[in-house]
Protein backbone atom coordinates (compact mmCIF):
# COMPACT_ATOMS: atom_id res chain seq x y z
CA UNK A 1 0.00 0.00 0.00
CA UNK A 2 1.47 3.32 -0.43
CA UNK A 3 0.09 5.50 2.54
CA UNK A 4 1.32 5.49 5.97
CA UNK A 5 -0.69 3.95 9.16
CA UNK A 6 -0.59 5.72 12.29
CA UNK A 7 -2.35 4.23 15.44
CA UNK A 8 -2.97 6.43 18.41
CA UNK A 9 -3.39 3.99 21.60
CA UNK A 10 -3.52 4.53 25.22
CA UNK A 11 -5.72 3.99 28.17
CA UNK A 12 -8.69 5.63 28.61
CA UNK A 13 -8.92 9.41 30.28
CA UNK A 14 -5.08 10.31 28.48
CA UNK A 15 -6.31 12.70 26.35
CA UNK A 16 -6.12 10.39 22.93
CA UNK A 17 -8.95 12.12 21.20
CA UNK A 18 -7.61 15.44 21.60
CA UNK A 19 -4.03 14.31 20.92
CA UNK A 20 -5.52 12.95 17.50
CA UNK A 21 -7.77 16.28 16.96
CA UNK A 22 -4.94 18.18 17.71
CA UNK A 23 -2.88 16.18 14.65
CA UNK A 24 -5.72 16.64 12.23
CA UNK A 25 -6.07 20.28 12.83
CA UNK A 26 -1.78 21.10 12.33
CA UNK A 27 -1.73 18.87 9.43
CA UNK A 28 -4.93 20.51 7.68
CA UNK A 29 -2.91 23.34 8.00
CA UNK A 30 0.17 22.29 6.81
CA UNK A 31 -1.54 20.44 3.67
CA UNK A 32 -1.10 17.16 4.13
CA UNK A 33 -3.30 14.42 2.37
CA UNK A 34 -4.58 12.55 5.76
CA UNK A 35 -7.69 10.36 7.01
CA UNK A 36 -8.66 10.73 10.62
CA UNK A 37 -10.75 8.20 11.91
CA UNK A 38 -11.52 6.15 14.86
CA UNK A 39 -12.07 2.58 16.45
CA UNK A 40 -14.82 1.39 16.89
CA UNK A 41 -16.40 3.41 14.74
CA UNK A 42 -15.64 4.97 10.97
CA UNK A 43 -18.25 3.84 8.96
CA UNK A 44 -22.06 3.98 9.51
CA UNK A 45 -22.07 0.44 10.55
CA UNK A 46 -19.08 0.17 12.76
CA UNK A 47 -20.48 3.32 14.42
CA UNK A 48 -23.59 1.54 15.28
CA UNK A 49 -21.92 -1.34 16.49
CA UNK A 50 -19.96 1.06 18.70
CA UNK A 51 -23.31 2.38 20.27
CA UNK A 52 -23.98 -0.99 21.54
CA UNK A 53 -20.73 -1.66 22.72
CA UNK A 54 -20.38 1.13 24.70
CA UNK A 55 -23.94 2.02 25.74
CA UNK A 56 -24.26 1.81 29.71
CA UNK A 57 -27.42 -0.68 30.01
CA UNK A 58 -25.05 -3.28 28.13
CA UNK A 59 -23.59 -4.51 31.59
CA UNK A 60 -24.74 -8.10 30.80
CA UNK A 61 -22.41 -8.07 27.52
CA UNK A 62 -20.02 -11.15 27.97
CA UNK A 63 -16.44 -11.07 27.10
CA UNK A 64 -16.59 -12.72 24.11
CA UNK A 65 -19.19 -11.33 22.67
CA UNK A 66 -17.55 -7.50 22.98
CA UNK A 67 -14.78 -8.98 21.61
CA UNK A 68 -16.61 -10.15 18.63
CA UNK A 69 -18.04 -6.54 18.21
CA UNK A 70 -14.97 -5.28 17.91
CA UNK A 71 -13.58 -7.57 15.50
CA UNK A 72 -16.71 -6.73 12.99
CA UNK A 73 -16.80 -3.18 13.09
CA UNK A 74 -13.22 -3.17 13.02
CA UNK A 75 -13.22 -5.36 9.62
CA UNK A 76 -16.23 -3.02 8.25
CA UNK A 77 -13.90 0.46 8.81
CA UNK A 78 -10.73 -1.46 7.21
CA UNK A 79 -12.45 -2.49 4.25
CA UNK A 80 -14.87 0.45 3.88
CA UNK A 81 -12.16 3.28 4.79
CA UNK A 82 -8.62 2.07 5.69
CA UNK A 83 -7.65 0.37 2.83
CA UNK A 84 -9.07 2.77 0.13
CA UNK A 85 -6.80 5.84 1.86
CA UNK A 86 -3.79 3.68 1.85
CA UNK A 87 -3.97 2.73 -1.51
CA UNK A 88 -4.95 6.13 -2.17
CA UNK A 89 -1.15 6.85 -0.85
CA UNK A 90 -2.51 9.08 2.14
CA UNK A 91 -1.98 8.99 5.62
CA UNK A 92 -4.58 7.64 8.07
CA UNK A 93 -4.49 8.09 11.67
CA UNK A 94 -6.52 6.19 13.72
CA UNK A 95 -7.65 7.08 17.47
CA UNK A 96 -7.16 3.06 18.81
CA UNK A 97 -6.59 -0.37 16.46
CA UNK A 98 -5.59 -3.81 17.40
CA UNK A 99 -3.31 -3.08 19.92
CA UNK A 100 -6.81 -1.63 22.59
CA UNK A 101 -8.25 -4.96 21.85
CA UNK A 102 -5.32 -6.59 23.09
CA UNK A 103 -5.28 -4.40 25.63
CA UNK A 104 -8.43 -4.57 26.85
CA UNK A 105 -10.41 -7.80 25.97
CA UNK A 106 -6.75 -9.90 26.43
CA UNK A 107 -4.98 -8.59 29.32
CA UNK A 108 -7.76 -6.59 30.97
CA UNK A 109 -11.00 -9.44 30.04
CA UNK A 110 -8.11 -12.14 30.25
CA UNK A 111 -9.28 -13.77 26.76
CA UNK A 112 -6.90 -15.91 24.83
CA UNK A 113 -4.23 -13.37 23.21
CA UNK A 114 -3.22 -15.74 20.79
CA UNK A 115 -6.90 -16.00 19.39
CA UNK A 116 -7.34 -12.23 19.67
CA UNK A 117 -4.17 -11.46 17.12
CA UNK A 118 -5.62 -14.42 14.97
CA UNK A 119 -8.92 -12.24 14.56
CA UNK A 120 -6.83 -9.01 14.52
CA UNK A 121 -4.98 -10.28 11.31
CA UNK A 122 -8.51 -11.37 9.72
CA UNK A 123 -10.19 -8.39 10.48
CA UNK A 124 -7.31 -6.14 9.59
CA UNK A 125 -7.10 -7.62 5.75
CA UNK A 126 -3.63 -7.57 4.83
CA UNK A 127 -3.48 -4.44 6.38
CA UNK A 128 -0.07 -3.10 8.24
CA UNK A 129 0.51 -0.53 11.12
CA UNK A 130 3.75 1.48 10.36
CA UNK A 131 3.68 3.20 13.39
CA UNK A 132 1.64 3.29 16.64
CA UNK A 133 1.79 6.46 19.05
CA UNK A 134 0.89 4.86 22.67
CA UNK A 135 0.07 7.79 25.34
CA UNK A 136 2.11 6.66 28.46
CA UNK A 137 -0.02 7.62 30.93
CA UNK A 138 -1.99 5.41 33.31
CA UNK A 139 -5.67 5.25 33.55
CA UNK A 140 -5.68 6.82 37.14
CA UNK A 141 -3.80 9.63 36.31
CA UNK A 142 -5.52 9.83 32.86
CA UNK A 143 -9.14 10.03 34.81
CA UNK A 144 -7.93 12.30 37.27
CA UNK A 145 -6.98 14.65 34.51
CA UNK A 146 -10.39 14.52 33.01
CA UNK A 147 -12.51 14.94 35.88
CA UNK A 148 -13.54 11.51 36.72
CA UNK A 149 -15.00 8.11 33.91
CA UNK A 150 -18.30 8.85 32.37
CA UNK A 151 -21.33 6.79 33.59
CA UNK A 152 -22.46 6.42 30.07
CA UNK A 153 -19.99 4.59 28.75
CA UNK A 154 -19.59 0.87 30.01
CA UNK A 155 -15.88 0.52 29.15
CA UNK A 156 -15.09 3.54 31.66
CA UNK A 157 -16.82 1.63 34.56
CA UNK A 158 -14.85 -0.82 34.86
CA UNK A 159 -13.06 -0.73 38.14
CA UNK A 160 -9.58 0.38 38.53
CA UNK A 161 -8.01 -3.42 38.41
CA UNK A 162 -9.18 -3.21 34.99
CA UNK A 163 -7.30 -0.49 33.53
CA UNK A 164 -4.31 -1.77 35.98
CA UNK A 165 -4.12 -4.87 33.88
CA UNK A 166 -4.85 -3.19 30.18
CA UNK A 167 -1.90 -0.43 31.29
CA UNK A 168 0.44 -3.56 31.89
CA UNK A 169 -0.85 -4.83 28.74
CA UNK A 170 -0.40 -2.03 26.41
CA UNK A 171 3.08 -2.16 27.90
CA UNK A 172 3.58 -5.64 27.41
CA UNK A 173 2.28 -5.19 23.59
CA UNK A 174 4.87 -1.92 23.21
CA UNK A 175 7.79 -4.77 24.39
CA UNK A 176 7.01 -7.73 21.58
CA UNK A 177 6.33 -4.40 18.56
CA UNK A 178 8.97 -2.45 17.25
CA UNK A 179 6.40 -0.06 15.73
CA UNK A 180 5.59 0.76 19.39
CA UNK A 181 6.87 4.29 20.56
CA UNK A 182 5.75 5.35 24.07
CA UNK A 183 5.36 8.87 24.51
CA UNK A 184 5.21 10.49 28.06
CA UNK A 185 2.03 12.50 28.19
CA UNK A 186 1.87 13.57 31.71
CA UNK A 187 2.25 17.21 30.63
CA UNK A 188 0.22 19.87 28.81
CA UNK A 189 -2.09 18.76 25.76
CA UNK A 190 0.77 20.73 23.92
CA UNK A 191 3.50 19.43 25.29
CA UNK A 192 2.38 16.31 24.29
CA UNK A 193 1.00 17.36 20.76
CA UNK A 194 4.62 18.69 19.85
CA UNK A 195 6.11 14.65 21.05
CA UNK A 196 3.57 13.20 18.80
CA UNK A 197 4.59 15.75 16.00
CA UNK A 198 7.97 14.97 16.24
CA UNK A 199 7.64 11.41 15.96
CA UNK A 200 5.52 11.50 12.90
CA UNK A 201 8.51 13.88 11.27
CA UNK A 202 11.42 11.50 12.65
CA UNK A 203 9.28 7.97 11.50
CA UNK A 204 9.11 9.86 7.85
CA UNK A 205 5.31 9.39 8.61
CA UNK A 206 4.63 12.71 6.88
CA UNK A 207 6.60 14.17 3.43
Not at 7 to 24: A, I, N, Y
Not at 111 to 122: A, C, E, G, Q, S
Request: charged share 30%.
Amino acid sequence: MNGKFVTVEGCDGVGKSTQVRLLRERLSKEGVDAVFTREPGGTDIAEKIRAVILDADNSDMDALTELFLYEASRCQHTNQVIKSALDAGKLVVCDRYIDSTLAYQGYGRGLDVDMIKTLNRWAMGGVEIDLTLFLDVNSADGFSRKGGASDGDRMEREKSDFYERVYNGFIAVANEEKRFVRVDASGTKYETHEKLYAELKSRGMLK
